[in-house]
Structure formats: C-alpha cells, structure tokens
C-alpha cells in the first residue's frame, strides 16, 4: 500500500519559515521523482517543486524560485520542502506526490505523478 504522509504545515506570519516534510511508504522511493504541488482555496492546483530520485537535479516554479529549496534523504524515504520568506500568496493545502516510473524526469506537471499525499496545510498571516 502506498503512502505519501505531509507534515510541517502551519500558521507563519509574513517572511516566515516552515519546512515540510513528506514520508513515504510503499513504494521504491529512492529511484522515483518527487514534487511538491499546492492549491489555494478557488485556485487550481500548482506545481511548487520537483526533485529527481538522487537529489541532483531540481526545479521549481518562477513564483518560489529563491526561496523554497525541495531536497530528500532516500535512507529516510523523505522528501523535503525548505520555504523562507513566505507571504501571504503562498497559502494553500501542499502536497507530495510520486512518480510511478523509476529514473523518470522531473517535471512540473501535476499529471506526470501517480502517487499523492493528503497534504498540509500552510496559512501565512500579514
């Protein structure tokens, strides 16, 4: 069974920071893509980030470039998302979500993952 289980959201006040964590299970974590999307209330889902399955090649969206920084640790089935000087446009549900294809690029493409958490909630106040 797999499972995609986020942790670490929360209420931050403006130029905050919070990091999120996303633990996997129950599926080959360490050869799979990952990426971070969220969705604002009325708002259409989003990417944020995506990592590749060693860590060595990322992206993100123009809207957090400079800011969030995803990253994973495979013996830890993890994958993470660093966000610093967050404002209030960054509120929204986050979510992880896997690759079902080892070894597969990253993109930052909703449909491209197979695989998604319940996501976190992460509410920035002015």
């Known amino acids: 069974q797999v499972q995609l289980v986020e942790s670490g959201g929360g209420l931050v006040r403006t130029g905050g920071s919070l990091r999120l964590s996303c633990a996997a299970s129950?599926?080959?974590?360490?050869?799979?893509?990952m990426g971070w999307f969220r969705q604002a209330p009325g708002k259409e889902r989003e990417s944020v980030a995506t990592?590749?399955?060693?860590?060595?090649?990322?992206a993100y969206a123009d809207s957090v470039k400079g800011r969030f920084t995803i990253s994973r640790d495979n013996a830890k089935n993890t994958v993470y998302l660093q966000m610093n000087s967050l404002n209030t446009e960054d509120t929204a549900v986050y979510y992880c979500?896997?690759?079902?294809?080892?070894?597969?690029?990253?993109?930052?493409?909703?449909?491209?993952?197979?695989?998604w958490g319940q996501g976190t909630q992460v509410t920035v106040s002015s």
């Open positions: 129950g599926i080959s974590f360490s050869s799979l893509t």
């Open positions: 990592i590749n399955w060693s860590g060595g090649s990322t």
């Open positions: 979500a896997a690759q079902s294809t080892p070894w597969g690029p990253i993109i930052l493409i909703s449909r491209g993952y197979r695989w």
